[in-house]
């Protein structure tokens, strides 16, 4: 690993390099990551800006969504001045102004199967930031299947969750579809354009997401495989709930019917929390 740091990076990150968990190698594996984060909303913004202050060498954007007035309430990425921008685009020009010496890869694109077999691949960890049931499913068995750890993320209303699946590495970890093992119908799970969100939840459950990529990163600290965070905003409680791998899963199970993305219709970033 390259553990050449200039001048002015080991100022950057002088406070990573103080802790003994980081060091020098942990920056440097900070740098060599390539991490994606599947939208430009509510939990991408944190996530993306602490993935790169913290010196994340490459990190991609994919959002196909223009930036709107209501996002601004919690969508703390982008600014007033961008209405009408392409947020993946928006949100690469403030993390360039925050950190020059990252890479940030825009893909405007919607998030399809074909899509996600091609980006994903190119990445070695990758993060949901979305809203729908439709991009979660498809990102989730997409992780399983080309092998690559999933940091997922969801809110709604006051309340949060947070889990981390990395089914492809066997058992003991569970994948997505262990915990909901198909997408609910129409309407039974309401999204945030519907059910509203307060904006403070989506930054404290996309900055822990952030935590939880940096951790996988660097390799240390207990990692979220297998377990479900809950947090309920109104009472301040965290609770953490075990999550089991089902041997009978469609995916990860022994008998998986899953075997690739083909019945996975073009999902739309409808909402980005
Ligand atoms: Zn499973």
């Known amino acids: 690993m390259d553990l050449d740091f200039t001048d002015a990076e080991l100022h950057r990150y002088s406070r990573h390099i103080l802790l003994q968990d980081v060091g020098a190698v942990g920056q440097a594996r900070l740098r060599a990551a390539r991490v994606l984060v599947v939208g430009a909303g509510g939990l991408g913004a944190p996530l993306a800006l602490y993935l790169a202050a913290a010196g994340v060498g490459t990190i991609g954007l994919v959002d196909h969504d223009a930036l709107e007035l209501s996002n601004l309430q919690r969508q703390v990425i982008h600014a007033t001045s961008r209405i009408g921008r392409n947020k993946a685009d928006s949100a690469a020009e403030t993390l360039a102004a925050l950190n020059p010496e990252i890479r940030v890869e ?4 919607r998030l399809d199967a074909a899509t996600a077999q091609d980006l994903i691949p190119r990445y070695d960890i990758v993060c949901d930031g ?20 999933l940091v997922s ?17 066997g058992p003991p970890h569970p994948c997505h579809r262990c915990l909901h093992p198909e997408i609910p119908p129409d309407g039974l799970v309401p999204s945030c354009s519907e059910a509203g969100v307060l904006g403070a939840v989506t930054g404290v459950m996309g900055t822990l997401q952030a935590t939880e ?6 390799g240390i600290g207990e990692g979220m495989s297998g377990r479900l965070l809950l947090w309920d905003a109104l009472d301040t409680r965290f609770r953490t709930v075990k999550l089991r791998r089902d041997p009978g899963c469609a995916l990860c199970g022994e008998g998986a019917t899953i ?7 073009p999902a739309v970033l409808a909402c980005t929390a």
């Open 106 to 109: 825009v893909h405007a694109t």
């Open 130 to 149: 979305t809203d729908n049931f439709a991009t979660r499913f498809l990102l989730g068995d997409a992780c399983h299947l080309l092998g690559r750890t």
């Open 153 to 169: 993320a969801a809110v709604l209303r006051f309340e949060g969750q947070l889990s981390t699946f990395k089914s492809h590495a």
């Open 213 to 218: 990529v940096l951790k996988e990163i660097l």
């Open 259 to 265: 075997r690739d993305l083909s019945a996975h219709r």
